[in-house]
């Protein structure tokens, strides 16, 4: 059963900077492409930035490109979004997703955490 927990949002000015990290059950995360997704009050849950299993290529969104960074320690089993130049657009509840088929890239994402509150005063 694959368990993913995120931790790390907060509230932050606009213009600041915050992590969040997803930690994932299972001795096979290096094996899968992970993903970060968000969803804003009243809007659909949208695509952020994906990574290969490896860590070698990843993939924004245009609307967090230059600004936001997804990484990978496949030895702590850890996902990881640094957010930089944080505005009121990115508040929203932040999601891990992972692939449901090893060794794909980009991945066809279900499998879900419960998700972290990121919220950007401005």
């Known amino acids: 059963q694959v368990q993913l927990v995120e931790s790390g949002g907060g509230l932050v000015q606009a213009g600041g900077s915050l992590s969040v990290s997803c930690a994932a059950s299972g001795r096979t995360f290096s094996s899968y492409a992970m993903a970060w997704f968000r969803q804003a009050p009243g809007k659909e849950r949208e695509f952020v930035a994906d990574?290969?299993?490896?860590?070698?290529?990843?993939n924004y969104a245009n609307t967090v490109k230059g600004r936001f960074t997804i990484s990978r320690d496949n030895d702590k089993n850890t996902l990881y979004l640094q957010m930089n130049s944080l505005n009121a657009e990115d508040t929203a509840v932040y999601y891990c997703?992972?692939?449901?088929?090893?060794?794909?890239?980009?991945?066809?994402?279900?499998?879900w955490g419960q998700g972290t509150q990121v919220t950007v005063s401005s």
């Open positions: 997703a992972r692939a449901r088929t090893s060794w794909r890239y980009p991945g066809d994402y279900n499998y």
């Open positions: 990574i290969s299993w490896s860590g070698g290529r990843s």
